[in-house]
């Protein structure tokens, strides 16, 4: 602002610059007089060069100017009206601007604070919705992997190759199979008629009458009756059960409902493994720990050295893993 003198009403002058002659008339330097008003020299420029603005409001620059005032011996309340005729409308005008200003900026503060509230909203709801799509493709995961272990299952057949059976398979093709592999390990067809057939050919070559199925019988069944009763009697001695050597362990398995299994002993040598249909019974010894792998475990029984064997608490949904004589 200038320093020239300012309509004020009937003094015609300033207020600064009436302070400021009065100072210098006091033979008093800037440094003295903020020394005596406890203000910086800065702000005691100000107040001698009209510069009311640059204070902090209205209100503290009529405080200063009464201070002035009274230190050098001026009429405090004639300076302060005169200072009030002075600002005029432009006093109030400056209220306003710097009301307007810290308006504006609490509205800066609050728009900032919701635009951050809503980036944590947004971040959440991502997080939310990632957790839900992981957590439903692991089930989904689950639920194939436990379908593919029961939908089907690999049978090893006696020539080494691998059979792949489903258990929803027809009966009439389980027993096929059944059939094959008996006549893949016998070298004799199960049929009846293809067993009468080689007879009557080898009859009629001789000139012979062919056998019946049930002379044939009859012959087989007479070395039989001539066997001694020493015989007999070792033979029964041979089926009665032995010790079982120290670290073999002997398990029978009964199957209530079609069970895929997996027996490996302790060596990791695979004792017995494939499907086994309602009501058979299987009977395998091996070095102990017998690790048995059940697809179906709730339609199986064990009995382990002649004890049953609880495993209830190793079945997991319908397959079970045992370790029986560990």
């Known amino acids: 602002m200038s320093d020239a003198p300012l309509a004020t009403g009937a003094q015609g002058i300033a207020v600064g610059h009436i302070l400021r002659d009065a100072r210098v008339a006091a033979g008093w330097t800037v440094s003295e007089v903020a020394k005596k008003l406890n203000l910086t020299p800065q702000v005691v420029e100000f107040i001698e060069s009209n510069q009311f603005e640059r204070l902090h409001g209205t209100t503290f620059a009529r405080g200063y100017i ?19 005729q002075q600002m005029g409308s432009a006093g109030d005008m400056l209220n306003v601007v710097q009301s307007i200003d810290h308006v504006g900026e609490a509205r800066r503060i609050s728009r900032g604070m919701l635009q951050f509230s809503l980036f944590v909203a947004f971040l959440i709801v991502i997080a939310a919705a990632y957790y839900i799509w992981q957590t439903f493709n692991t089930v989904a995961s689950d639920t194939s992997s436990q379908s593919a272990v029961f939908d089907r299952v690999e049978v090893e057949r ?36 293809a067993a009468v057939a080689p007879l009557a050919v080898d009859a009629e070559e001789k000139g012979t009458q062919p056998q019946t199925l049930s002379t ?36 029978q398995l009964s199957f209530v409902n079609d069970c895929w299994l997996r027996i490996v002993d302790a060596d990791g040598k695979e004792i017995s493994s494939g499907l086994k249909r309602a009501g058979e019974q ?15 475990a709730t339609g199986v029984s064990i009995i382990y050295n002649g004890e049953p064997v609880d495993f209830s608490s190793a079945i997991r949904g319908a397959t079970a893993r045992i370790k029986l004589g560990q």
């Not at 096929?176 to 070298?187: C, D, I, R, Y």
């Not at 299987?282 to 179906?296: E, N, R």
């Open 66 to 84: 009464r201070s002035y005032a009274k230190v050098l011996g001026l009429d405090a309340s004639l300076l302060a009206k005169q200072f009030d």
């Open 158 to 193: 006696a020539d080494g190759s691998v059979h792949v059976q489903t258990l929803d398979e027809p009966e009439e093709q389980a027993l096929a199979f059944v059939l094959e592999e008996n006549t893949s390990k016998e070298g004799v067809p199960l049929d009846p008629d």
């Open 216 to 251: 044939a019988t009859d012959q087989l069944a007479e070395p039989t009756a001539q066997i001694s009763q020493p015989e007999i009697t070792a033979v029964k001695k041979q089926q009665e059960p032995t010790q079982l050597l120290a670290g073999v362990g002997s398990a």
């Open 282 to 296: 299987l009977s395998v010894t091996g070095k102990a720990p017998l690790d048995v792998h059940l697809g179906y």
